[in-house]
């Protein structure tokens, strides 16, 4: 009988946060903000601090959520047991609008990212996208959550989508039978809605998509140790892209190396800066004809 060392790692998650990990990682200057609160905020805090991730949460009366996530090493299975998140109050929300409002003044690139809590209108992406043009003409919004926030969030013009294939096929109403289904609606996206369309699709291509181009990007051959934050180091590595001013193929590779680095290496360590460059030297780039 083989016997498996447990072990228990308690870390700092969260959509944005584990963005501003690999924007740290890359070397981008980053800060993590949202609300925070209980118990959970100062080791949040604290941990942040030790990995030299600025942040600016609004703190919130209620407790911040945990969640856990059990990795089992032999059949390579992961469960993932989700709290019901902190009802957030309405002077909890002002103050986050006015935060972002401060913060977007002096940023390129804005990642918003996340489900909604208790409290809190699911337009809520619509409006902060709003907000960020409005302070600043030229940010670029990246939107990465799910269902009716989604769709009211994709009204407000984000320069980028990311959805995986599931969250697709859940904005649009309908399943995606085949590739060229999922390069339809999300040519469609593009037409209407945004600039750049990310679709993710676990270990097949990652589909990149602007007004004129159509990217398939083969994620590189890993051992994946904990997938959890992966679609969110993705997320990270466009926006560092974006923020730098990259090729669509050059901030492409990086940011499928960036989701690969996270899923081999799980968010119990620190990603690796020169693991992602190994990786992003093995990732393929081609051009798609729709």
């Known amino acids: 009988v083989n016997l498996v060392e447990k072990e228990r790692v308690r870390v700092a998650g969260g959509k944005g946060i584990n963005v501003s990990r690999v924007a740290k990682t890359l070397g981008e200057p980053t800060l993590a903000t949202g609300w925070l609160g209980g118990r959970s905020a100062g080791f949040i805090k604290e941990r942040l601090k030790k990995e030299g991730i600025a942040s600016d949460f609004v703190p919130i009366k209620e407790e911040s959520r945990l969640n856990l996530t059990i990795l089992d090493p032999v059949t390579h299975s992961q469960t993932h047991l989700v709290e019901a998140g902190p009802r957030i109050f309405p002077s909890e929300v002002k103050r986050l609008e006015e935060k972002i409002g401060d913060l977007v003044k002096k940023a390129r690139v804005v990642v918003f990212s996340g ?34 926030p989604l769709k009211q969030g994709l009204e407000a013009r984000p320069f980028m989508l990311k959805p995986n294939k599931k969250e697709l096929e859940s904005l649009i109403g309908k399943r995606c039978e085949s590739e060229e289904d999922l390069i339809h609606e999300a040519r469609a996206l593009v037409k209407k809605y945004v600039q750049l369309v990310v679709v993710s699709r676990g270990k097949d291509e ?4 602007e007004k004129k181009r159509l990217l398939m990007v083969s994620p590189p051959e890993i051992k994946p140790l904990n997938t959890v934050g992966a ?3 993705l997320v990270g590595g466009f926006a560092v892209g974006l923020s730098r001013g990259l090729s669509l193929k050059e901030m492409s590779a990086l940011a499928v190396a960036c989701a690969a680095a996270s899923a081999e290496e799980g968010r119990e360590k620190p990603l690796s ?12 780039c081609r051009e798609a004809r729709e």
């Open 115 to 148: 489900s909604i809590p208790p409290g809190v209108s699911e337009n809520i992406y619509h409006s902060l996208i709003r907000l960020a043009y409005r302070e600043k003409e030229d940010i670029v919004p990246i939107l990465d959550t799910r269902g009716e």
């Open 206 to 209: 990652v589909m990149v998509m």
């Open 231 to 233: 679609g969110d180091a």
């Open 273 to 284: 800066f020169k693991r992602i460059n190994q990786l992003k030297n093995k990732i393929r």
